[in-house]
């Protein structure tokens, strides 16, 4: 055998063993001809569904949207400056007037709602008293009546 026919037998040994591509190509080109048939192109339907709600999405409700909140974003932008401006005369009225005791609120809070408890408490014991002296009432003229049957069966 001459060194040219070993080399080609070598190569072709080589070529069997390591060099898949034309069976790949082979069997991908069979399963995408297989899918295509079983699937009826699904999948193009589904992208192209996909493809026409982003479309909507991108034309339709995007430009909606950033409007919507564009509007909502002044109309905040206003009320913020109507508050500020509020906040500011507010702040202007109070310095102007010097109280000489400034308590923290705090504390006017909790007296407030020390006076109320206390006339509350005031209210509930004199109700209570009523109660009580009604109950003594009904109970000495109930006494006297069955002390005044019981005299009368004898």
Not at 66 to 93: C, H, W
Request: charge should be negative.
């Amino acid at each position: 055998m001459s060194s040219e026919q070993v080399f080609k037998a070598v190569l072709a040994i080589h070529a069997r063993l390591f060099d898949h591509r034309a069976a790949i190509r082979g069997e991908v080109n069979h399963l995408i001809k297989e899918l295509e048939t079983k699937r009826n192109d699904r999948e193009l339907m589904l992208l192209n569904k996909c493809n026409e709600k982003f479309r909507h999405i991108q034309v339709q409700l995007h430009p909606e949207c950033t409007q919507y909140l564009d509007n909502q974003i002044d109309i905040s932008i206003g009320k913020i400056n109507q508050l500020t401006q509020n906040a500011k005369e507010i702040v202007n009225r109070n310095s102007g007037e010097e109280s000489p005791q400034v308590r923290p609120r705090s504390e006017s809070v909790a007296d407030e709602f020390a006076a109320e408890w206390d006339e509350f408490m005031r209210e509930m014991s004199e109700k209570c008293q009523k109660i009580d002296n009604e109950y003594n009432e009904n109970m000495k003229a109930l006494w006297q009546t069955y002390r005044n049957e019981s005299t009368n069966e004898n």
